[in-house]
């Protein structure tokens, strides 16, 4: 007799069905790649190297991306959240240990390979879970400006120095752009429904004595009131990514940012933002601008400027922050990045 035989009845249909949802997460998140690839090229017809169809494309696949992460990073926190108090977690990580929590956060960032966009569903799970606004705010300023994959094509192209000096100025951004945060004290700037603990559509005070069965009704509830607040900032984010997606002004760059402007750093995060790429994306554009001579300092201004604050993940990001703290965020990692391009423009002469 099986494990699932011995449960009863009731303990092994939501065990079943847990699973069998599961497992429905992973096959649409394996597959999502390929089923768009199929149905825009092969049933389409639409030439896979065509701009059109890489707007079109790339709108669809993180559409669903994104919504899946949400979906599922959502209902895992809020289950798991439903057997630790705000209180406890908050004094588990905050105080004379919020230090710690950001760096903690900060390298947990690193190990997370998220696009701006995707780290926000993980943003969302950790406030509501009662985690210090200021070291949510470190992991979602690390995930996307430093992860493994940027680490590794950095090696590769350009040597351990620069990788070495990308990942201490990209930690500190992060670490010391979330502590600031942190202790400017702007959680009350968090949209305040991030913050409710929901059952049965009624606001709850403890979810102390909830059974599995009620957490994860709760589970499923959180998921679905996030993306019912939230889907119409997720469209028109990654439809502004998309539009945007690939766009490389290595001429312009050329032409106004090189090493005789003294504003070259400024321009190149006022550029940065707008675009939306992860690390790998806008690598190759880093590398084709270092080779017509651009400072190494201005180039990694420019890509921290395009993975950790892109505007997509903005507009997302609205949906919880109220527009205090969002221009707060934007401020205060703007300023972090800027000073790392003038910093490394001096060193790396």
């Excluded at 069905?17 to 049933?43: E, T």
């Excluded at 100025?169 to 603990?197: I, M, Y």
Aim: with cysteine; charged share 10%; net charge positive.
């Amino acid at each position: 007799m099986s494990i699932a035989d011995r449960l009863p009845a009731s303990t092994r249909g939501r065990t079943l069905a847990l699973a069998g949802a599961a497992g429905a997460w992973i096959l649409a998140y394996w597959i999502n790649g390929w089923v768009w690839d199929r149905l825009l090229h092969d049933v389409a017809g639409l030439r896979a190297d065509a701009r059109p169809t890489e707007t079109i494309r790339f709108f669809c696949y993180d559409t669903v991306k994104i919504a899946l992460l949400l979906a599922g990073i959502i209902f895992v926190v809020t289950v798991l959240r439903s057997y630790m108090s705000i209180e406890r977690t908050r004094a588990l990580l905050g105080g004379r240990r919020e230090g710690v929590g950001n760096v903690m956060a900060a390298g947990l960032g690193v190990i997370t390979p998220f696009c701006s966009c995707s780290a926000v569903p993980a943003f969302i799970g950790f406030v509501a879970a009662g985690v210090p606004i200021g070291v949510t705010l470190s992991f979602l300023i690390a995930s996307p400006l430093v992860n493994e994959i940027a680490i590794g094509l950095l090696f590769t192209l350009f040597g351990w120095r620069i990788t070495a000096l990308y990942i201490v100025a990209g930690l500190s951004v992060a670490v010391v752009a979330g502590w600031t945060l942190g202790r400017l004290g702007v959680q009350k700037w968090v949209e305040p429904f991030v913050f409710e603990t929901r059952l049965g559509g009624q606001v709850i005070d403890s979810t102390a004595g909830l059974t599995f069965a009620q957490r994860l009704q709760m589970g499923a509830e959180e998921v679905t009131t996030i993306l019912r607040k939230i889907w119409p900032y997720l469209l028109v984010g990654i439809g502004l990514g998309a539009v945007i997606h690939g766009w490389a002004p290595a001429d312009f760059f050329t032409s106004h940012a090189g090493g005789g402007n003294a504003f070259g750093v400024l321009l190149a995060v006022a550029v940065g933002v707008p675009l939306y790429s992860n690390a790998a994306g806008v690598m190759p554009l880093v590398q084709a601008m270092y080779e017509k001579g651009l400072p190494m300092g201005t180039l990694l201004a420019f890509m921290m400027s395009v993975v950790a604050l892109s505007l997509p993940e903005m507009i997302l990001l609205r949906r919880v922050l109220k527009p205090q703290l969002l221009a707060a965020f934007v401020a205060v990692v703007a300023t972090g990045i800027v000073a790392v391009g003038y910093l490394f423009n001096l060193i790396l002469v």
